[in-house]
């Protein structure tokens, strides 16, 4: 079936530094890729998307680019801030558009941003 | 707009008690989901409905019953509490791609 595997977590940074969160997948067919964040005491919502591989999706200063020939789909951010601490899901779907969107997530990593 | 919202936010339960989470949208999407959250785990799919009148099981649905009430409303029941749904229980809704995900409800059952 279907998967997602995130990087081992905590991960915790200073303010200004670089972000890399790895997420790799095993999926059936051609998967739109996700990532959501979770900031403390609220649901999650959606950060960026990619539905096709090359795609890169961004927001916020997050990027992530939808890499078919290594199965990843990786975050990043060049320098990141205190109200970026949060727990960050990557997650897939196989559904095609307009269908009803099952998600499979994986773990999820937490991220502390120090002052 | 609220988008998602649910109701209680807190409950404790006895083990054997019975409940019903409630979720509704006001969005008008089709398909809605309900995940619980337990550390380590990520999110786990309980049941999901792709649209009114239908649900599904997802992949932890022992334990659980749902009801799709109408394209608003879309709820949880325990009719048997353990301790083993102590967990954080969050109601989705979605259109194409994205869900929309409420605030959740923190269950423990003691």
């Known amino acids: 079936g279907d998967s997602v595997t995130q990087m081992e977590g905590p991960v915790t940074l200073s303010e200004e530094a670089f972000l890399t969160i790895n997420c790799t997948y095993t999926?059936?067919?051609?998967?739109?890729l996700f990532w959501y964040v979770q900031y403390p005491g609220e649901g999650l919502q959606l950060l960026l998307k990619?539905?096709?591989?090359?795609d890169k999706g961004s927001n916020k200063g997050f990027e992530a680019t939808y890499r078919k020939e290594t199965t990843s789909f990786h975050l990043e951010k060049g320098s990141v801030q205190v109200s970026d601490s949060a727990v960050y899901f990557c997650a897939l779907t196989t559904q095609k558009a307009g269908a009803n969107s099952k998600l499979t997530f994986g773990k999820g990593i937490t991220l502390s941003v120090r002052p | 707009n609220a988008g998602v919202t649910q109701t209680p936010k807190f409950q404790v339960l006895k083990t054997g008690q019975s409940m019903t989470l409630q979720c509704a949208q006001d969005m008008n999407h089709n398909s809605m989901y309900w995940y619980r959250q337990d550390p380590g785990m990520g999110l786990r799919l309980i049941y999901y409905?792709?649209?009114?009148?239908?649900?599904d099981k997802g992949e932890v649905p022992n334990g659980y019953n749902v009801s799709r009430l109408n394209k608003r409303e879309f709820s949880l029941r325990l009719e048997s509490a353990a301790p083993s749904q102590t967990s954080v229980y969050f109601c989705?809704?979605?259109?194409?791609?994205?869900?929309?995900f409420g605030p959740g409800t923190r269950l423990t059952v003691t």
């Open positions: 999926a059936t067919g051609y998967p739109s």
């Open positions: 989705a809704s979605s259109v194409l791609y994205e869900q929309y």
């Open positions: 990619a539905t096709k591989a090359d």
């Open positions: 409905s792709a649209s009114e009148g239908t649900t």
